[in-house]
């Protein structure tokens, strides 16, 4: 028998909704690794499926759970998180308008810019809420989301952005990577889909490739989404889903963890003398603060940028100093990482090129501090 509805997402999180397979009564899930489905002799389909590409019950587990912590009426699991944001666009008909923050993953922002050129598609940028509102005078399709959003963990409004869009005659599909179903609900504010890196915080620990939808409403966007993904073929295997399954048990304590950690850090390293700004949205100073305490429930996430003094030679030397933090990309995962982004996105980025982007892991706060510490202290001897 699954748990009801009155129990805590952390708890639905960490058993798995509850749900307790027959016949062996196992505690986690099997592994179902078959990719076909019999039918019976009147050619009917009992067990409910035809193909796995279509739907396979390696992804039942993952799906319901994060349809349930999204508050949604559907999930659908992707082999990446560029696989589900792209779905969304192939959704779309040509001649369709979409409306996209000018601050966002970079090569999702670099993608949507050749499709919507070879595909008929308008592409707008805004930077703000104002320049959406503007935007969104003239009618729209879609509009997409992030926040916060990479890599200076830019705010914006969800509900506000869910009615300008419905006005427009527009969905809008947010990006919650960041802040995860744990801190942020886009849904029950008013976003129509919600998108994540199952990659990040999701699964948590760096061993698997994978992106997920949750919708509101199952409705014709949602039914040609999910013929994308069949005809895509951008379809997870059954271990990664499992892992993936795995690593949701532990969502809440993970990401609860890093994030007040996270505020941590902001806190210790805002008025440093080696740097000129921390961004973090925990932080009054940051832009997006009061917007973030209204939409963002228990915490802030747990990425942070910091800006160093002396441009993008001390930002280097400041990441080839730390010892703790793994120079590598990505984010959410248990070990914490550090990147000198402006280099990585390349030419064309806003990104400023003495910013550090740090994802905080679960170490322990103290080692993490000290790491910063001597490595801002070591980038400036020289
Ligand atoms: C990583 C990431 C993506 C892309 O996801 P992949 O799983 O790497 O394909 C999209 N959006 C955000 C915010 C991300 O961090």
Redesign the pocket.
């Known amino acids: 028998m699954q748990h009801d509805d009155t129990l805590s997402p952390a708890t639905l999180a960490a058993q798995g909704l509850g749900t307790i397979p027959m016949p062996h009564r196992d505690i986690v899930p099997p592994i179902h690794m078959a990719t076909t489905f019999e039918r019976a002799e009147d050619g009917s389909l009992p067990g409910g499926r035809i193909y796995a590409r279509d739907a396979s019950p390696a992804y039942d587990p993952a799906e319901a759970l994060l349809c349930r912590l999204e508050g949604g009426a559907a999930a659908a699991l992707f082999a ?4 589900a ?1 792209s779905a969304v666009l192939l959704a779309l008909k040509p001649g369709a308008r979409v409306v996209a923050p000018h601050d ?2 970079w ?2 922002r670099n993608w949507m810019i050749g499709f919507a050129a070879n595909w008929q598609i308008t592409l707008d940028f805004y930077a703000d809420a104002e320049e959406l509102a503007a935007l969104l005078q003239r009618p729209a399709d879609l509009v997409w989301a ?1 926040t916060p959003a ?1 890599p200076t963990w830019e705010i914006l409004d969800i509900a506000r952005a869910a009615e300008l869009a419905h006005a427009a005659g527009a969905r809008l599909v947010v ?1 919650s ?2 802040p995860t179903p744990v801190f942020t609900r886009p849904l029950a504010l008013g976003a129509d889909v919600v ?1 994540h ?4 915080y999701l699964n948590g620990h760096s061993d698997v ?3 997920v939808l949750v919708t509101r409403a199952e409705d014709d966007l949602w039914a040609r989404i999910k013929t994308a993904r069949a005809a895509g073929g951008a379809v997870l295997g059954p271990f990664e889903a499992w892992l993936l399954n795995r690593g949701l048990r532990t969502l809440f304590p993970r990401v609860r963890t890093a994030a007040a950690s996270a505020l941590c850090i902001a806190q210790h390293f805002e008025h440093h003398p080696a740097l000129l700004a921390v961004r973090y949205p925990g932080l009054p100073s940051h832009p997006g603060h009061d917007i973030a305490c209204r939409q963002m429930d228990g915490g802030f996430g747990a990425m942070l940028s910091m800006r160093v003094k002396g441009g993008e030679a001390a930002a280097r030397r400041v990441a080839g100093a730390v010892r703790i933090f793994r120079r590598a990309t ?3 995962s248990v070990e914490s990482l550090i990147e000198h982004r402006g280099p990585i996105e390349g030419p064309g980025t806003r990104c400023p090129l003495d910013l550090l982007r740090l994802s905080v892991g679960i170490e322990d706060t103290a080692d993490l501090i000290a790491d910063l510490e001597q490595a801002l202290q070591k980038a400036n001897e020289r």
């Open positions: 990446s998180g560029m696989a944001a966002m993953y090569s999702l992030e990479n990006d990577t960041v998108m890196s199952a990659t990040k490739i994978a992106g990505s984010l959410g």
